[in-house]
């Protein structure tokens, strides 16, 4: 597989998020968030970690983007984080959280990368949470729209990619209705987090390719959600409905893996909950390398969607992070190479011959990272993170197949 596989103008990137990249949750003014609160909380974190360095990439984004740059990539999505913005969620923005940003773009676009930019993913400013709750309240709808319109002001004129929440589901199932992620709440909304559709918003697609049971009592388990919340919250108003339908300039899919379920509602809800709420099964995703799910995936959203302009923002896969295991096998990480060449093969059969519209495609992940609340145990990256040498970036073999893949033959079309 190779660039000469998808169409011209076709973009290649690696995605990443302020909370688990960046670290610096001390540095210029950021507030606390509520991953911050959470993380501190015992027994939330696999392996009692926390973000505040991650990876630190608040200190090293421009000798990571030269690592992008050298890899070929055309793109980079990272999310901002509304409490370096805003502190305490409101108010007047904080100079240092926009400045940190403005040197983030300024650096990609310097080096040819465009950015796409996430402008939620996850990380609430912790003023909101204990001020009203949060996104239990309609009063989050008008903060969060002036932090949108802050960062449209001050950054819009370079950044021509945007995206509003990551994965919506995640956020309400995970944070507040099983309550196993921030702000572990169990309670429900949904509506909330649907109104702002601004650019592009990325649903939580992981298990397309479902059986029609599974389907039934995912939906069903949906429509119950649907129901319960429609019972407990007012409904969304026509006129706020009216403008999400076709407000969307692209779909943003995060997409991992597919689940196959037999016929069998219990053991689906099972999988469902357990998979969010468990350290060893939300592994499980990347048990299950399927890689036509992915085609399937775009074939469904053409056919049901009217085959909107899709970019797949995370796809990738993680391998333990385990003592035991010695750095150069870490570093040989050929699942992943065949994990990533087999779904970009059934991607651009996708493209090529079911004429889906797909313009680009973002590894999870370019580093390994800071993975929620499984702390550092999961690693995702195309870089191998030596977590007790300085952070240290090692390329993994994936990170030269992706070298090869890339820049092989835009090398050879310079020529
Ligand atoms: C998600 C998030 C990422 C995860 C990645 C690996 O999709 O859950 O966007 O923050 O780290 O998916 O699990």
């Given at each position: 597989i190779s660039r000469a596989d998808f169409p011209d103008g076709f973009i290649f990137g690696t995605a990443s998020s302020a909370y688990q990249f960046e670290?610096?949750?001390?540095?210029?003014?950021k507030g606390t968030s509520i991953w911050d609160t959470f993380s501190k909380?015992?027994?939330?974190?696999l392996d009692f970690s926390n973000a505040k360095t991650a990876v630190d990439q608040y200190h090293r984004f421009k000798s990571d983007i030269d690592l992008m740059k050298d890899l070929g990539m055309d793109a980079y999505r990272f999310s901002i984080s509304w409490s370096r913005i805003f502190p305490n969620g409101t108010g007047e923005p904080n100079h240092a959280g926009i400045e940190y940003y403005n040197n983030l773009i300024d650096d990609l676009l310097e080096k040819g990368i465009q950015p796409y930019v996430t402008?939620?993913?996850?990380?609430?400013?912790?003023m909101l949470e204990d001020r009203y709750e949060g996104w239990l309240n309609d009063q989050i709808v008008k903060d969060f729209e002036h932090y949108a319109f802050i960062c449209f002001k001050a950054f819009g004129d370079r950044v021509k990619y945007w995206l509003t929440f990551n994965e919506p589901h995640s956020i309400v199932?995970?944070?507040?209705?099983?309550?196993?992620?921030?702000?572990?709440?169990c309670s429900i909304l949904g509506h909330l987090l649907c109104r702002k559709g601004q650019s592009s918003i990325e649903p939580y697609i992981v298990a397309h390719n479902i059986l029609l049971s599974h389907a039934a009592a995912y939906h069903s388990y949906q429509h119950n959600f649907k129901k319960l919340v429609a019972e407990r919250l007012p409904e969304i108003k026509p006129e706020v409905s009216s403008l999400l339908v076709g407000s969307l300039d692209f779909v943003g899919i995060n997409h991992y893996t597919t689940l196959y379920a037999r016929n069998d509602r219990t053991r689906i809800e099972k999988f469902i909950l357990q998979d969010a709420s468990s350290d060893a099964a939300a592994n499980s995703h990347w048990l299950h390398i399927v890689p036509w799910g992915i085609r399937k995936l775009a074939k469904y959203v053409r056919d049901r969607y009217g085959?909107?302009?899709?970019?797949?923002?995370e796809n990738g896969m993680d391998d333990p992070n385990k003592p035991h295991i010695a750095l150069n096998k870490a570093l040989q990480d050929d699942k992943r190479i065949r994990y990533h060449r087999d779904y970009l093969s059934n991607l651009s059969a996708a493209i090529r011959?079911?004429?889906?519209d797909v313009r680009g495609y973002f590894v999870w992940s370019l580093l390994d990272n800071w993975e929620w609340n499984m702390g550092y145990s999961a690693r995702f990256g195309l870089y191998y993170i030596d977590y007790r040498n300085n952070l240290t970036r090692i390329p993994k073999a994936s990170a030269k197949w992706f070298r090869n893949m890339l820049r092989l033959d835009s090398d050879l079309r310079n020529q």
């Open positions: 670290g610096a949750v001390n540095e210029g003014n909380q015992p027994g939330r974190i402008l939620y993913h996850w990380d609430l400013p912790q199932l995970q944070g507040y209705d099983l309550g196993f992620q921030a702000p572990g709440r085959n909107p302009p899709m970019v797949i923002t011959q079911d004429n889906c």
